[in-house]
């Protein structure tokens, strides 16, 4: 089959981002931009390749890397089951929904000390504010997915004579499964947000420690190779996870 | 009343009373009573919003009525009976399983084995004119042919009564007529009973081979018209002069419930 690689909006995007990193390229090697605040984004490449390369730091990465997953899975779980606890009750729903709808406007990041003083310096403090931040994503996801689940395909259930688990497996998850995916997507982003920025205040460990500790040391050239890497990976993720979302919502009908 | 041995299906003084929030009921539906004959082909027109589609809800078992008695074969109907297909008005496939898979679907709940599912699917999918879409997912189907895999994914359990509810209403007329065509195909291969709701006169002046009419909510059956087609017939019989004299009737009678459907609406609007 002849599939393109990329559409032409695909191309533009990417010509825009070769563009900008030229340009930026040119700014600092040229001294508009001073090296001592940012350093130019080959030498960045090359920073990354090193620490790729010499596995200075495959701990902080992998701890990084694992306390997103950990965090990421607990949340879409906790958020699919809550989301599906509040769906099957109306009225609990109708308590607790104006505060899920405010819930983003607090910012999680100030409970740190609690999670300190209950799990201590630890992954688990880390993954509990990850949690904290991402999980309403998903229960949000999993309410909207339920709600959108169209009342002709219950009645089609009903003349099938499914029961509710068989209703609930052969149709109303797989019906959601876009809605419940783009939580997934959602969840992980926050995860990923939440990971990284815990690192910087309660751990001894990760990229984000890693990079304040460069931060404190005058280490540009780490620094700069670790953010980019935190960039490239929460792309990269995104990238993969939003291609699996747009075909699955493309699934979706207009019509219903 | 018809005679006992060629019913099918038979409402007795049913009736639907629905509560709403505010506390107050709303009759929906009746008292109907109503014979439908085995192997029969009815049509069913009323007024918007008269009960069209509780009656067939009803009538499959998705509902229960407030007042009387429904029998399908000669048993009182408790939840949905074994036997009986419906076709919803609204797109009812399966959009995360391709036109076979949807096809397929109730075969394999109802534990068939594997050689009689393909053989069954590959027979409903060539008949609905959906063979060179087999492995395409709905949404890369327009609505016509959506409503097919819905047809088709009933009639591959081989109902005995089957049910359908507006099934052509999203579509464009030369489609229903075609869509009609196939329907009575498939009705005369069958040899199932069918109850056909529309709003279309014609549709069911040409499907059916007797026509019901109900009145503004709440519904009931005020003339039954019988058309007398040949059980032979195709969308070519709309030429036939009875048919005018049938799809004449059908809108003297709708035309005063519509209007009273109409005034209560006007009036409730007027301040």
């Given at each position: 089959?002849?599939?393109?690689?990329?559409?032409?909006?695909?191309?533009?995007?990417?010509?825009?981002?070769?563009?900008?990193?030229?340009?930026?390229?040119?700014?600092?090697?040229?001294?508009?931009?001073?090296?001592?605040?940012?350093?130019?984004?080959?030498?960045?490449?090359?920073?990354?390749?090193?620490?790729?390369?010499?596995?200075?730091?495959?701990?902080?990465?992998?701890?990084?890397?694992?306390?997103?997953?950990?965090?990421?899975?607990?949340?879409?779980?906790?958020?699919?089951?809550?989301?599906?606890?509040?769906?099957?009750?109306?009225?609990?729903?109708?308590?607790?929904?104006?505060?899920?709808?405010?819930?983003?406007?607090?910012?999680?990041?100030?409970?740190?000390?609690?999670?300190?003083?209950?799990?201590?310096?630890?992954?688990?403090?880390?993954?509990?504010?990850?949690?904290?931040?991402?999980?309403?994503?998903?229960?949000?996801?999993?309410?909207?997915?339920?709600?959108?689940?169209?009342?002709?395909?219950?009645?089609?259930?009903?003349?099938?004579?499914?029961?509710?688990?068989?209703?609930?497996?052969?149709?109303?998850?797989?019906?959601?499964?876009?809605?419940?995916?783009?939580?997934?997507?959602?969840?992980?982003?926050?995860?990923?947000?939440?990971?990284?920025?815990?690192?910087?205040?309660?751990?001894?460990?990760?990229?984000?420690?890693?990079?304040?500790?460069?931060?404190?040391?005058?280490?540009?050239?780490?620094?700069?190779?670790?953010?980019?890497?935190?960039?490239?990976?929460?792309?990269?993720?995104?990238?993969?996870?939003?291609?699996?979302?747009?075909?699955?919502?493309?699934?979706?009908?207009?019509?219903? | 009343?018809?005679?006992?041995?060629?019913?099918?299906?038979?409402?007795?003084?049913?009736?639907?009373?629905?509560?709403?929030?505010?506390?107050?009921?709303?009759?929906?539906?009746?008292?109907?009573?109503?014979?439908i004959r085995?192997g029969e082909f009815f049509g069913v027109v009323?007024?918007?919003?008269?009960?069209?589609?509780?009656?067939?809800?009803?009538?499959?078992?998705?509902?229960?009525?407030?007042?009387?008695?429904?029998?399908?074969?000669?048993?009182?109907?408790?939840?949905?009976?074994?036997?009986?297909?419906?076709?919803?008005?609204?797109?009812?496939?399966?959009?995360?399983?391709?036109?076979?898979?949807?096809?397929?679907?109730?075969?394999?709940?109802?534990?068939?084995?594997?050689?009689?599912?393909?053989?069954?699917?590959?027979?409903?999918?060539?008949?609905?004119?959906?063979?060179?879409?087999?492995?395409?997912?709905?949404?890369?189907?327009?609505?016509?042919?959506?409503?097919?895999?819905?047809?088709?994914?009933?009639?591959?359990?081989?109902?005995?009564?089957?049910?359908?509810?507006?099934?052509?209403?999203?579509?464009?007329?030369?489609?229903?007529l075609?869509?009609g065509e196939e329907l009575l195909r498939l009705w005369r291969e069958?040899g199932?009973t069918v109850m056909l709701?529309t709003?279309a006169l014609d549709e069911a002046a040409m499907l059916s081979d007797r026509v019901g009419?109900?009145?503004?909510?709440?519904?009931?059956?005020?003339?039954f018209i019988e058309t007398a087609w040949p059980r032979e017939r195709d969308s070519r019989i709309i030429s036939d002069p009875r048919f005018g004299a049938i799809t004449s009737r059908l809108?003297?009678?709708?035309?005063?419930?519509?209007?009273?459907?109409?005034?209560?609406?006007?009036?409730?609007?007027?301040?």
């Open positions: 089959m002849n599939r393109q690689i990329l559409s032409r909006e695909g191309w533009i995007r990417l010509a825009v981002i070769v563009a900008f990193t030229a340009a930026f390229e040119a700014l600092c090697r040229f001294g508009f931009i001073p090296s001592t605040v940012v350093l130019p984004p080959t030498d960045m490449a090359a920073s990354l390749w090193h620490i790729l390369r010499t596995g200075e730091y495959n701990k902080d990465i992998i701890s990084t890397i694992s306390n997103v997953v950990a965090s990421a899975l607990i949340s879409v779980t906790l958020g699919f089951v809550l989301g599906v606890i509040l769906h099957t009750m109306p009225r609990l729903r109708a308590t607790i929904e104006p505060l899920l709808a405010s819930y983003y406007a607090v910012p999680t990041f100030i409970f740190y000390p609690v999670f300190i003083v209950v799990f201590g310096v630890s992954s688990r403090a880390i993954i509990a504010i990850a949690v904290l931040l991402s999980v309403v994503a998903m229960i949000e996801s999993t309410l909207v997915g339920l709600d959108r689940i169209p009342r002709v395909l219950h009645k089609t259930a009903a003349i099938y004579r499914m029961s509710t688990p068989a209703r609930a497996v052969l149709i109303d998850f797989p019906a959601a499964a876009p809605r419940l995916f783009t939580g997934i997507k959602l969840a992980f982003a926050y995860a990923f947000i939440g990971v990284i920025a815990s690192e910087f205040i309660l751990s001894a460990q990760g990229i984000g420690y890693a990079i304040a500790y460069a931060y404190n040391n005058f280490d540009n050239r780490n620094m700069y190779g670790l953010m980019l890497l935190v960039i490239l990976l929460a792309t990269s993720a995104n990238t993969a996870l939003d291609t699996i979302d747009r075909h699955m919502q493309s699934r979706v009908r207009v019509t219903r | 009343m018809t005679e006992p041995e060629s019913i099918h299906a038979r409402l007795t003084g049913v009736t639907r009373v629905f509560e709403l929030s505010s506390g107050a009921t709303l009759r929906a539906l009746g008292p109907i009573d109503l014979d085995r009323g007024p918007s919003g008269c009960g069209k589609s509780t009656l067939l809800d009803i009538l499959a078992g998705l509902s229960r009525p407030t007042e009387g008695s429904v029998l399908f074969e000669d048993k009182p109907i408790k939840g949905v009976p074994d036997g009986v297909g419906v076709v919803f008005q609204e797109d009812a496939s399966f959009a995360w399983l391709t036109v076979q898979d949807n096809v397929a679907f109730g075969l394999r709940r109802a534990g068939f084995d594997a050689a009689e599912i393909e053989r069954r699917v590959e027979y409903a999918v060539g008949f609905m004119g959906l063979r060179d879409f087999a492995n395409a997912y709905p949404s890369q189907l327009s609505g016509g042919m959506r409503q097919r895999v819905c047809i088709a994914r009933t009639l591959v359990l081989r109902p005995r009564l089957i049910l359908l509810d507006e099934p052509f209403g999203a579509l464009d007329q030369q489609t229903r075609l869509m069958t199932a709701i709003h009419v109900m009145s503004a909510r709440p519904g009931r059956f005020i003339d809108w003297d009678n709708l035309r005063v419930e519509s209007l009273k459907t109409m005034g209560t609406t006007i009036q409730k609007a007027s301040p």
